[in-house]
């Protein structure tokens, strides 16, 4: 495995220590956690009756391609940090009819692993790269009432504790964040988060939901059109196909399908440009991080952001 962005962040140039991180250039990883999807736990809450039928009837035909169409990451989280990955888009839920008070991850079925030991690997890989800051996009929470948000909220405090990064601090730059030691910025998407000062508000994600790399570039040069938020937003190039399609192309997977379009995407991805500007990027995230090259094009688009102020710099000289 390639190590040699684990310490990307530590290692940009002092010129973009004090850039803001909602202008860096930021790889994620869409579905974070489904390498670790258990093909016989129940299919999520919100799937559809008519779903659930055909799935009981016809368990032995639907599981096989649920697994091979929810399954958009092939890398355990340590291995996607160490690959340079910094957002994590991670869905949360609890398994109807558990007893339990554990949580896991879901993308139309739940995972082996819970959330709280994943998110005790991501605090203790921290430890051993102080100067590494992850977005946790925390969301969905399927099955979870007022007092299970504040159990996970009260788990997320204990476990990460002063590296978790207030939501009013306006300072976001690498330079301040490694001042006071906070390197976790957690995004949850719940009206929960409002009683604490340590989460923040979702973080919009351009999802285009198409099923070839033509019609994501089209829907996201649209949304760049419109000019960029002015906080955190990641560009998803993570591919839909709708089930349809699935039942037609039986050979197919999302792994196959991702990898057919990687090319046209590798060239847009070349293109773009970090910074404040309305078309600018930030967090782009993608499928199968691992054995696709996402997260050395998005960290290299950061050289951009020096060539930019070299230019303006030049440009001031000659005025003057």
Not at 84 to 110: C, E, M, Q, W
Not at 137 to 164: P, Q, T, V
Request: charge should be negative.
């Amino acid at each position: 495995m390639e190590l040699g962005y684990q310490d990307w962040m530590s290692a940009l140039p002092e010129e973009l220590w004090d850039v803001p991180l909602t202008d860096l250039a930021i790889p994620g990883s869409h579905d974070a956690m489904s390498y670790c999807l258990d093909i016989n736990s129940p299919l999520v809450r919100s799937e559809s009756n008519l779903f659930r039928l055909l799935d009981r009837l016809f368990y032995c035909f639907t599981r096989p391609l649920i697994f091979k169409w929810s399954t958009t990451q092939d890398k355990s989280i340590e291995e996607q940090l160490s690959l340079g990955i910094r957002y994590f888009d991670l869905r949360i839920a609890h398994k109807p009819n558990d007893p339990s008070s554990d949580l896991y991850f879901t993308h139309v079925i739940y995972t082996h692993l819970t959330v709280v030991e994943t998110l005790l690997s991501v605090a203790t890989w921290l430890e051993s790269h102080p100067r590494e800051v992850v977005i946790l996009a925390c969301s969905h929470f399927e099955g979870m009432d007022d007092k299970r948000h504040e159990a996970f909220i009260r788990s997320l405090k204990k476990l990460f504790g002063s590296k978790l990064c207030p939501r009013k601090q306006s300072d976001l730059t690498l330079r301040s964040l490694w001042a006071s030691g906070q390197q976790v910025i957690v995004s949850y998407e719940s009206q929960a988060a409002a009683r604490h000062q340590e989460l923040w508000p979702a973080v919009p994600y351009l999802w285009a939901n198409q099923r070839t790399a033509q019609g994501v570039i089209s829907y996201l040069d649209w949304h760049q059109d419109l000019g960029r938020p002015d906080s955190f937003f990641v560009s998803g190039l993570n591919l839909t196909a709708d089930r349809a399609f699935i039942a037609q192309n039986p050979k197919e997977s999302l792994r196959t399908l991702t990898f057919s379009n990687w090319e046209r995407l590798r060239e847009w991805v070349e293109e773009q440009m970090p910074g404040s500007e309305p078309k600018s990027l930030n967090i782009i995230a993608g499928d199968f991080v691992g054995p696709l090259p996402l997260c050395p094009l998005v960290i290299a688009l950061n050289q951009k952001l020096l060539q930019k102020n070299s230019s303006q710099i030049k440009t001031q000289m000659a005025v003057n």
